[in-house]
């Protein structure tokens, strides 16, 4: 007499929270960089890299590209504590639309302000800068960021 099991794998095709946020904070970095150099390229070619002391295109889209990496994997983080469904992607989008005005408000119009003037870059901006073009910048940010986080998850 035989007996047969039936044995089930579920293989999620997602990535994990983390990654999702990683590879969204890099492709909502990446436009949110090429809408900088159209509308305003000296903020990627001087003033990000010189939070580092570098200077040049390439290091301020690198430098912007491992920020948005980074805020991704924090994105991924609140959204494990925010009350949104799981499978609610339109939640997750509206989320990352606001994390983009957080990140705007907190970190481009209050802490990078200080950060060039502690550096010695000698065009930092006004303290708060709350410049609408750089509002738009990172909601775009943080509605790519969203879009790509849902869609991988």
């Given amino acids: ?5 039936d044995t089930v794998i579920e293989r999620g095709t997602g990535l994990e929270d983390w ?3 990683v590879a969204g904070g890099v492709v909502g970095a990446a436009v949110m960089a090429a809408l ?9 070619t001087a003033a990000i890299p010189a939070l580092y002391g570098l ?5 301020g889209v690198t430098v ?3 920020h948005g990496a980074v805020l991704g994997v924090a994105f991924a983080a609140l959204l494990r504590f925010a009350p949104i469904p799981d499978d609610s992607a339109a939640a997750v989008v509206g989320t990352g639309l606001a994390w983009g005005v957080v ?6 119009a209050l802490v990078m ?3 060039l003037g502690a550096v010695g870059f000698p065009k930092a901006p006004p303290l708060p800068n709350f410049a609408i073009p750089s509002l738009v910048w990172h909601v775009v940010y943080g509605g790519v960021l969203g879009v790509v986080y849902a869609a991988l998850r």
């Fill in 19 to 21: 990654q999702a946020g």
């Fill in 64 to 66: 912007h590209v491992a």
């Fill in 103 to 108: 990140t705007w408000i907190a970190l481009a």
């Fill in 1 to 5: 007499m035989a007996t047969e099991t």
């Fill in 113 to 115: 302000p200080v950060w």
């Fill in 55 to 59: 200077s040049g295109g390439i290091a």
């Fill in 36 to 44: 900088i150099v159209a509308m305003n390229p000296p903020t990627i």
